[in-house]
């Protein structure tokens, strides 16, 4: 498993403090050039780095239809604090903001997509989603079932052009009382890349 700061380049630890206070701030600094941005898809590739699969490329795509209020994001804050990972799971599970997808497939429900805005332009996006747990996973009892997140990170410069993180299968915690850490599963997250925004109500300035 790692482990790394998402404030810093391999970008997997988040930090409380950042999504109860300074994602509510951004929200308040950037509400028009976020909701810029809703009703739009970002279209990219994502390559995977580690393990078996590694130097595969599959088409990634993420439909963006509400960005997750400061509300909710407290939300999801206290959930984590209070009952950890099974009673984040629950509040995340009743969110539904978009819709996100690895491959020729339909996806599924993008349950929670924070955007925060960029000095000197541009926006970063954290998707975090309830993956789907199959059934040979359920049945060998395989380690994996603990990990029942995926998570995407994307940035996203002026003219929506960008590049991100994606973990597909994750698990996430609190570190030291007060900070988010978002764990993959064994291999290194894949690489969004050639992430680009298309429709929507125009760009985020």
């Known amino acids: 498993m790692k482990r790394r700061t998402l404030l810093g380049a391999a970008r997997v630890l988040w930090c409380a403090a950042l999504l109860s206070l300074a994602v509510p701030a951004a929200h308040a600094k950037a509400k028009g050039a976020a909701r810029q941005r809703e009703g739009s898809q970002i279209d990219a590739t994502v390559v995977s780095i ?58 599924v429900d993008a349950n929670a997509i924070i955007a925060v805005p960029r ?46 993180t994606f973990i597909p299968v994750a698990r996430v915690r609190l570190h030291d009382g007060n900070q988010w850490e978002v764990e993959d599963f064994g291999t290194f997250p894949a690489r969004i890349m050639g992430a680009r925004v298309r429709g929507g109500r125009g760009r985020a300035r």
Not at 84 to 107: F, H, P, T
Not at 143 to 156: H, K, N, V
Request: charged share 30%.
């Open 119 to 164: 000095d000197g332009g541009g926006t970063r996006l954290i998707v975090l989603f309830q993956r789907t747990i199959n059934f040979y996973e359920l049945r060998a009892g395989a380690r994996s079932t603990d990990y029942r997140f995926g998570y995407a990170e994307i940035i996203l410069d002026r003219d929506g052009k960008g590049e991100g």
């Open 50 to 107: 580690g393990g078996r699969a590694s130097g595969r490329s599959r088409p990634f795509t993420l439909r963006i239809d509400r960005f997750t209020s400061t509300d909710e994001v407290q939300r999801l804050n206290s959930a984590l604090q209070s009952g950890g990972q099974d009673e984040l799971l629950k509040v995340l599970s009743d969110m539904d903001a978009g819709r996100i997808a690895v491959g020729n497939n339909v996806g």
